[in-house]
């Protein structure tokens, strides 16, 4: 059965600091995905990132995947308040017919501090 | 364009009840997944479409449970004599479903809370 695990379940850093989130995952997996949810929100999608080395950046976000160690890392730089929102992976383990059934981390809540 | 819809927003019914959940689409999306989020928790796969057809619904977590796509578009998800522990926020997404990285685009959920 697949696990993926996410460290830290709830982070609370300062304005302008830098931290990462890490993402493990229990089976060999080249798909893995990174959502965004606010409050009583749905999921926004990230970040997708499809092989082994991949890195992807978006604003003061940076995502990258180590599929060898089994392993994603989400990066924040210079934080805003306007980042504040849990943060889940998804691996896909889906099948070759485009199931792409996503099992996910149980997410990090990211509080901002002014 | 529009998103994926999901209704209604909010559900409150007594156990035992006999609840149904809606879901459209975007146009076009081939893929439709149920996925059942606890409180505080990550999403759980539910059950997966591919066009009208039920490819996987190992994630269903009783007999209880159904849904169905019909006609390709618009999913249903029954839940039949609901208990305490269906609450949770019910959530559908969908992709094109012709390419392996295509994300999932996700609905804002249905809020089902059981009595």
């Known amino acids: 059965e697949l696990k993926v695990e996410q460290n830290p379940l709830f982070l609370s850093m300062q304005e302008g600091k830098n931290y990462t989130i890490y993402c493990n995952y229990s089976t060999t997996s080249d798909r893995l995905y990174w959502y965004r949810q606010d409050p009583g929100k749905s999921l926004e999608s990230l970040f997708v990132?499809?092989?082994?080395?991949a890195v992807k950046q978006e604003g003061r976000l940076m995502a990258s995947l180590d599929t060898k160690a089994r392993l994603s890392t989400l990066h924040i730089t210079a934080a805003v308040h306007d980042l504040s929102a849990t943060y889940f992976c998804?691996?896909?383990?889906?099948?070759?017919?485009?199931?792409?059934?996503?099992?996910f981390g149980t997410g990090t809540r990211l509080t901002i501090i002014p | 364009g529009a998103g994926v819809s999901q209704s209604p927003r909010y559900k409150v019914a007594k156990r035992g009840q006999d609840v149904a959940l809606r879901c459209d689409p975007i146009s076009g999306h081939v893929s439709l997944f149920w996925y059942q989020q606890a409180l505080g928790q990550g999403p759980e796969f539910l059950t997966y479409f591919q066009n009208e057809a039920q490819l996987d619904k190992s994630g269903l977590p009783s007999d209880r449970f159904f849904a169905e796509r019909p006609e390709g578009s618009v999913s249903t998800l029954k839940i039949q004599r609901t208990q305490q522990e269906d609450s949770a926020v019910y959530l559908c997404?969908?992709?094109?479903?012709?390419?392996?990285?295509?994300?999932?685009?996700f609905g804002n959920g249905t809020r089902l809370t059981v009595t």
């Open positions: 997404a969908s992709s094109l479903g012709t390419q392996n990285n295509s994300p999932l685009h």
């Open positions: 998804a691996v896909d383990m889906g099948d070759n017919f485009g199931n792409e059934k996503l099992t």
């Open positions: 990132l499809l092989s082994n080395g």
